[in-house]
């Protein structure tokens, strides 16, 4: 039997701590009901525990797997470069393959380190399956869909791969390869979970919108799984985990609001008593009052919605074209369904104005959002907003990989400085977080009311100094 490993690279990067890695999961699954039994397979996440490379040499050295597969964000790229050379030395003859966001958009990055073999494009089921069967038989890997690799020193990156447009044949997640309790204990994009254990499911693949900041590694035709697949996943995690809580993780969950309502009227008609979250953004101008209600009736209590900028001209320029008033009144409407809402908001956009991004921050303060996110804006490779700015090239920069993440203090793209920006990002934050009014609103919605004291005294705090220290010209933590 020859095994494989599988490694989600994981790095803090000042919020979110780490959720199961679905991705891995779907790719293990894929590759047990591909082959029959013929691969071992185990998995680690760095992010969990103490990783250190001595402790990951010693796993090396008893499991000793012919295939390493790593998935890694672009701003890991450091890191997933180092644990290709780290085990390319502690087992020469290791095969290691590369996915996941990075390798999705600068192939050509990646395969420049000789200690990575294959990058796999994109969803990464049916290729990393074509690309290990093609291995076993010694078929040419030219003809491996989906798949980059070096060949007589020259970087090969093959025609893509066709999305898997049936979900529902898809196998659940291998939940069995990971500790789940490792995950229960830590707050991640969501915040603080209402019900313990909690455990994300992914329900569509793929999104229709044109958002130039997008990586789009799903494709822009939506996907979905039916809603009897979801129910038969939702059950069985709850009645072999006991899971209580869910967190749907989709990119766009409710574009087909039909599908949406019958979901919902199906976990209410099972009885099951659990609680729901949707941490990654959902479209807020799509949204009925029938849905919110059914929302409330299954057991959501909260939803993050994705507005990036309140100004007209800049949601033009960036093609996400949200109806900011029907959002408004949307993040309205769901507050007072005694749902938490929270929004997403980037600022720094090309040719943004100091005016502009006031008036987002305004809008926001001002909003009945309960939660908000003011990230810095970010050109991922293969991004429109990338090439707008550097060309259509997909390359990372050569000595600033690190730098690809929403928290950097040391880029702006508006007509602001770098220092400039991240004061109005201060300033977001201490307008909206440093009201008696929300932390009362909030505080009466969350389930945990000691804990949400305690965290809410900690920020404000750390918001405060972070206030004197640019007052007094320190520096901010």
């Known amino acids: 039997m020859k095994k494989i490993l599988l490694i989600r690279t994981f790095k803090l990067l000042g919020a979110g701590n780490p959720i199961p890695p679905l991705g891995l999961l779907y790719i293990a699954s894929a590759v047990k009901k591909a082959f029959a039994g013929r691969y071992g397979i185990e998995i680690i996440d760095t992010g969990v525990g103490e990783f250190c490379l001595d402790g990951l040499k010693q796993r090396l050295e008893a499991y000793r797997p012919d295939f390493i597969g790593l998935s890694a964000l672009s701003c890991e790229a450091d890191f997933l470069h180092e644990i290709a050379a780290f085990s390319k030395t502690t087992l020469k003859d290791v095969r290691i393959i590369a996915g996941g966001p990075y390798a999705t958009v600068a192939p050509q990055s990646l395969l420049r380190e000789k200690n990575v073999d294959f990058a796999v494009i994109g969803e990464g089921e049916n290729t990393v399956v074509d690309l290990l069967r093609a291995l076993e038989e010694s078929s040419p890997l030219s ?278 920006l991240n004061g109005l990002i201060l300033q977001a934050q201490q307008r909206f977080y440093l009201s008696p009014l929300r932390i009362l609103k909030v505080l009466f919605k969350s389930s945990h009311k000691l804990l949400f004291l305690r965290n809410a005294v900690y920020a404000a705090g750390i918001l405060i100094q972070s206030y004197l220290l640019r007052k007094l010209g320190g520096k901010t933590p």
């Open 143 to 420: 003809l491996v869909k989906g798949i980059a690799f070096r060949e007589n020193n020259n970087t090969i990156v093959n025609p893509a791969q066709e999305y898997i447009e049936r979900l529902d044949g898809l196998p659940f997640p291998a939940w069995d390869l990971i500790d789940l309790k490792e995950y229960w204990g830590l707050s991640n994009w969501n915040g603080i979970p209402r019900d313990y254990p909690y455990f994300p499911i992914l329900t569509s693949r793929g999104c229709p919108y044109q958002c130039t900041y997008c990586h789009n590694i799903f494709g822009k035709k939506v996907r979905m799984r039916s809603p009897i697949n979801i129910m038969e996943e939702i059950l069985y995690l709850a009645k072999t985990y006991a899971i209580k809580e869910f967190h749907i993780i989709d990119d766009i969950f409710n574009y087909d609001i039909a599908r949406a309502k019958r979901l919902c009227s199906m976990i209410i008609a099972s009885g099951l008593k659990i609680s729901l979250a949707f941490p990654n953004g959902m479209r807020a101008d799509n949204i009925d009052d029938k849905l919110i209600s059914l929302f409330k009736k299954a057991g959501v209590y909260k939803i993050n919605f994705g507005f990036e900028t309140a100004t007209p001209r800049l949601q033009s320029m960036i093609k996400k074209n949200l109806d900011i008033s029907c959002a408004c009144e949307t993040v309205r409407r769901v507050s007072n369904a005694g749902i938490i809402t929270g929004g997403y908001f980037m600022l720094g956009f090309p040719t943004e104005t100091c005016d502009e991004i006031r008036h987002t921050i305004d809008f926001a303060a001002k909003s009945f959002l309960d939660v908000a996110y003011f990230f810095k804006v970010t050109p991922y490779p293969g991004s429109e907003l990338f090439a707008s700015l550097f060309g259509k090239e997909q390359s990372l920069p050569e000595s600033n990989s690190q730098d690809l993440h929403f928290y950097s203090k040391e880029r702006s793209y508006a007509q602001v400085s770098s220092e400039e």
